[in-house]
């Protein structure tokens, strides 16, 4: 990390590095994705990335977030919401195969029947998906789900045939320097050699090394930052104008792992969570990002507005005197130190979210030692961007160890016979996880992307997903 600090340092310095990121208009585009270097293991931001590229789901995102025909050219939904079906358009694997709706159905199939990923709770209301026809194809549900095409359009369930998509591009080399992207055979369209800029070359690479190329003038975009990373755009000295927040939907707080000592009460998580100083933490990354204290970010689909914690009242200074008595309470019965290890992945910005949490934390008499994202921990972060509107996802993924009768609360809204009863059970879930503190809300997720003004099709959405094919205004 160090020498890549220096690197970008460098650049800033230098006359040379002064393009702030602006290449010709006729070159192809150079896309930075933040992590690992591109996988095929559809877990990182580069291989979500690559993989929403070059396969496409029956339906999937446009610039702003909202759905858009994918394999599908369009569809209806029937019986109250039950059943929707899709009319295939005329498309084409990546070898010029054509696309069959038998082979819709069994990738989807398999998407929809793996038991992993974060996807996987809230598809268990697909009962099953069917071929009508050669270019009709139909998902039935088990109880209605208005947000189903949300779930379609993710990457997770895009539609691929022995690793080869329908596009929107497909793969024409990868070397050291990257995956060269082209855009896949349309049939509906006459096709020609595309121009430069019409191709991609999409890299995974660190955030460092994404922003000292971009400094450099020698890429175009860098996709998915988050808080962890955030301070070194500063360090590279991005012109404002290249940067990007978007207004991502989703949980950025504290999720309890261990209900045991002094986290075995329900009193004493509410402690914690009154006693974080929630302005001061984010104002450190940045002072637009805003603290939250709801675990919902609005109504949604729940039948009453997000539960507000009793102490959501209490000026700060109160919070935390009330949480330093519960804290000396528990220590007259309980006479040895209270510590909690929190979670907490690498990078300065979480360093500087770690300073604030032990802060807030030690100034009520709690110790905190930070411990890796995978280190056993009474407290772990949860930062993710919700994938559809709904309070189920968040109250299903803001508890990952929840207690049976808690769990039981929330599986309710998954079973519930008709939406207004479905409603009803999220309402109830929110409330019960608000009054039992089972996760300390703390803001909503940080991120950014750096664009250059070349792509003007750009648009910052709560999806936080910017699809390769809508960043230029001739998007296919």
């Known amino acids: 990390m160090r020498r890549l600090l220096i690197t970008i340092g460098l650049c800033a310095s230098l006359a040379g590095c002064g393009g702030a990121g602006q290449r010709k208009d006729d070159a192809p585009v150079v896309v930075s994705a933040i992590s690992a270097p591109v996988a095929d293991d559809n877990a990182t931001m580069p291989a979500r990335v690559l993989l929403g590229a070059t396969a496409q789901g029956l339906v999937r995102f446009d610039a702003a977030g909202q759905i858009e025909p994918g394999l599908a050219e369009r569809w209806i939904v029937i019986d109250d919401g039950r059943s929707f079906i899709f009319r295939l358009r005329e498309a084409q694997w990546s070898d010029g195969e054509p696309v069959t709706a038998a082979q819709v159905v069994r990738a989807l199939r ?79 369209a006459r096709e020609g ?25 020698k890429s175009d975009l860098v996709l998915g930052g988050g808080f962890t990373d955030w301070p070194l755009v500063g ?32 009193v004493n998580r509410e402690a914690l ?60 019965v309980h006479p040895e130190p209270v510590t909690l290890r929190i979670a907490l992945p690498s990078g300065p910005g979480a360093t500087l979210v770690w300073a604030h949490l032990a802060a807030s934390l030690r100034a009520i008499g709690v110790e905190p030692a930070r411990v890796g994202m995978e280190d056993e921990a009474e407290l772990r972060l949860v930062d993710a961007v919700a994938p559809y509107d709904s309070g189920r996802w968040f109250v299903a993924t803001a508890c ?31 409330a019960a996880l608000t009054a039992d503190s089972a996760y300390i809300p703390l803001a909503q997720p940080f991120r950014w992307s750096i664009v250059a003004l070349r792509l ?14 809508h960043l230029r205004n001739e998007a296919r």
Do not use: Y
Request: proline fraction near 10%.
């Open 456 to 469: 003007q099709a750009w648009q910052g959405n709560a999806r936080a997903w910017h699809p390769l094919n």
């Open 273 to 332: 969570a009154m006693a974080i100083d929630r302005a001061a933490l984010t104002r450190a990354i940045s002072p637009d990002w805003t603290p939250v204290e709801t675990l919902l970010p609005a109504q949604l689909d729940s039948a009453a507005r997000p539960t507000l914690p009793p102490w959501s009242a209490l000026r700060f200074e109160a919070r935390q005197l009330t949480a330093s008595g519960r804290v000396a309470a528990w220590r007259r």
């Open 400 to 430: 990952p160890a929840c207690p049976e009768a808690a769990v039981a609360v929330i599986d309710a809204g998954r079973d519930a016979p008709d939406l207004a009863q479905r409603a009803l059970r999220i309402a109830e879930a929110d």
């Open 110 to 188: 398999r998407g929809v029947a793996a038991t992993h990923g974060p996807l996987a709770p809230f598809l268990a209301v697909i009962d099953e998906i069917v071929e009508m026809t050669p270019q009709v194809i139909e998902v039935r549900l088990r109880r209605p789900r208005p947000d189903l095409l949300k779930l379609f359009a993710q990457p997770e369930l895009a539609v691929a045939r022995e690793d080869k998509g329908s596009g929107p591009f497909r793969i024409a080399q990868r070397d050291g320097a990257g995956i060269s992207l082209v855009p896949a055979p349309d049939p509906a």
């Open 193 to 217: 050699d595309p121009a430069p800029e019409q191709t991609l070359v999409l890299r995974g690479e660190r955030a460092a090394l994404a922003l000292a190329r971009f400094k450099e003038g």
């Open 235 to 266: 360090v590279a000295q991005i012109a404002p104008a290249n940067i990007r927040i978007d207004p991502a939907l989703g949980l950025f707080g504290l999720a309890v792992m261990r209900r045991e000592g002094f986290l075995g009460e329900a």
